[in-house]
């Protein structure tokens, strides 16, 4: 069946540093990929899509490019801000379901 | 837009009883879709409507578990006999086909906690 890979978290990192946080995915046909947030006590917020091979996702300074021969959905971020401290969940989805995988916790220090 | 909303918001049970969670969808949105989601793991997939026809069910969502959306609105998600392996957060989220490929607004859960 459909599932996600995500890379074990937590990921700590100093304010300013680099991100990445990688999610590979097995999926029937061509998905949708997506990558949720979710802050703490709060609910689950989209925070970027690609809906096609070699289209790039943004928002908020995250990046995430759908690479279809590797079937990843990386997320990145140049430089992080203590107030990206989330859990961030990757999610192939199709037009009737998304499959999360177990989600990376990651904690910024200032 | 007041965005998807769920009631109750927290809800402790015991063990046996039953239950019942409603969830509100964006208003203009036609699917409707639950998912449970456990301490430290990400939501799994339970159920999805489009307008009031439950179309999938996960093997998850076992006979004592039953949604509806009887009017093509508002969903309702019951569990009977609750036992404490159904403590979790459920999740009920919307979307609008044929708007932006299966992008899926989340509302906050409903936290259960089965004693």
């Known amino acids: 069946g459909d599932s996600v890979t995500q890379m074990e978290g937590p990921v700590t990192l100093s304010e300013e540093a680099f991100l990445t946080i990688n999610c590979t995915y097995t999926?029937?046909?061509?998905?949708?990929l997506f990558w949720y947030v979710q802050y703490p006590g709060e609910g689950l917020q989209l925070l970027l899509k690609a809906t096609k091979a070699d289209d790039k996702g943004s928002n908020k300074g995250f990046e995430a490019t759908y690479r279809k021969e590797t079937t990843s959905f990386h997320l990145e971020k140049g430089s992080v801000q203590v107030s990206d401290s989330a859990v961030y969940f990757c999610?192939?989805?199709?037009?009737?379901?998304?499959?999360f995988g177990t989600g990376t916790r990651l904690q910024v220090f200032p | 837009d007041t965005g998807v909303s769920q009631d109750p918001r927290h809800k402790i049970t015991k063990r046996g009883q039953n239950v019942t969670f409603r969830c509100d969808p964006i208003?203009?949105?036609?699917?409707l879709y639950w998912y449970r989601q456990t301490l430290g793991q990400g939501p799994e997939f339970l159920t999805y409507f489009q307008n009031e026809a439950q179309l999938e069910k996960s093997r998850l969502l076992s006979d004592r578990f039953s949604a509806e959306r009887p009017k093509g609105s508002f969903s309702t998600l019951e569990i009977q006999r609750t036992e404490q392996g159904d403590s979790a957060m459920y999740l009920c989220?919307?979307?609008?086909?044929?708007?932006?490929?299966?992008?899926?607004?989340f509302g906050p859960g409903t936290r259960l906690t089965v004693l």
């Open positions: 208003s203009e949105h036609n699917r």
């Open positions: 999926a029937t046909g061509y998905p949708s």
């Open positions: 999610a192939p989805g199709n037009t009737d379901k998304l499959i």
């Open positions: 989220a919307s979307s609008l086909v044929g708007g932006a490929i299966n992008e899926q607004f």
